[in-house]
């Protein structure tokens, strides 16, 4: 991958590991496994956030739950085939993992970067409370035509400002990812628990303007 191609989509995330490795797919007969990482919050509340990891990156016969794992690499997504729908998956594939015997800085556990595309009309609305919300689906570019589509939620003041974006914005965004459980109805009389994945937007701007 070339160096920009990297650089438009920068994750970094610190947590304990919480499941054993599970087998996704393999490339030229290279195996990718999907395990989870508990990253706690500031607040009271964690994200259990999905990694897609290489056989050749780490031992993936080996049990690592209750490490505590640094892994950088980028927010990635692609739609999975269920009956007649498709579904965007999405998950962190890292590049680089380090443990680490003890981490007690809070405020780095989670960040990432994104330099994309408003791909959607965003979603602007309120709270019972009041409190401003803009749902964004930002298109990030990969090497060979391919692109990543990275729900972004964003709040108040960012909020406002998203909202009046066109479809094909190009905008800046800095923040974590965060997991959130839904329900989701897939018949008339069943329903069924989900977990979501989007960014939580800290910061954002529109690139063009930025570059004026």
């Known amino acids: 991958m070339t160096e920009k191609g990297m650089e438009n989509n920068k994750v970094t995330v610190i947590g304990t590991i919480v499941s054993g490795f599970t087998f996704s797919h393999a490339v030229f007969g290279e195996?990718?496994?999907?395990?989870?990482?508990?990253?706690?919050?500031?607040?009271?509340?964690?994200?259990?956030?999905?990694?897609?990891?290489?056989?050749?990156?780490?031992?993936?016969?080996?049990?690592?739950?209750?490490?505590?794992?640094?892994?950088?690499?980028?927010?990635?997504?692609?739609?999975?085939?269920?009956?007649?729908?498709n579904r965007l998956v999405l998950s962190v594939f890292v590049r680089e993992v380090r443990f680490m015997e003890e981490f007690t800085d809070y405020t780095k556990t989670n960040q990432i970067f994104l330099d994309g595309?408003?791909?959607?009309?965003?979603?602007?609305?309120?709270?019972?409370?009041?409190?401003?919300?803009?749902?964004?689906?930002?298109?990030?570019?990969?090497?060979?035509?391919?692109?990543?589509?990275?729900?972004?939620?964003?709040?108040?003041?960012?909020?406002?400002?998203?909202?009046?974006?066109?479809?094909?914005?190009?905008?800046?965004?800095?923040?974590?990812?965060?997991?959130?459980?839904?329900?989701?109805k897939v018949s008339e009389t069943e329903c069924e628990k989900r977990v979501a994945y989007e960014v939580s937007v800290s910061k954002l701007e529109c690139a063009d303007h930025a570059e004026s």
């Open 117 to 184: 595309y408003i791909c959607k009309e965003p979603v602007y609305r309120k709270t019972p409370l009041g409190r401003e919300i803009a749902d964004l689906l930002v298109a990030v570019n990969r090497p060979y035509g391919k692109s990543d589509y990275i729900p972004c939620i964003a709040w108040g003041r960012n909020a406002r400002y998203a909202s009046g974006f066109g479809v094909g914005t190009r905008i800046l965004i800095w923040g974590r990812v965060q997991s959130r459980e839904y329900t989701k």
């Open 31 to 85: 195996g990718f496994y999907l395990v989870d990482l508990l990253v706690n919050r500031l607040s009271e509340q964690a994200d259990i956030i999905p990694l897609m990891i290489s056989e050749r990156l780490i031992d993936v016969t080996k049990d690592y739950q209750g490490c505590t794992m640094e892994a950088s690499g980028q927010f990635r997504s692609y739609n999975r085939h269920e009956g007649t729908k």
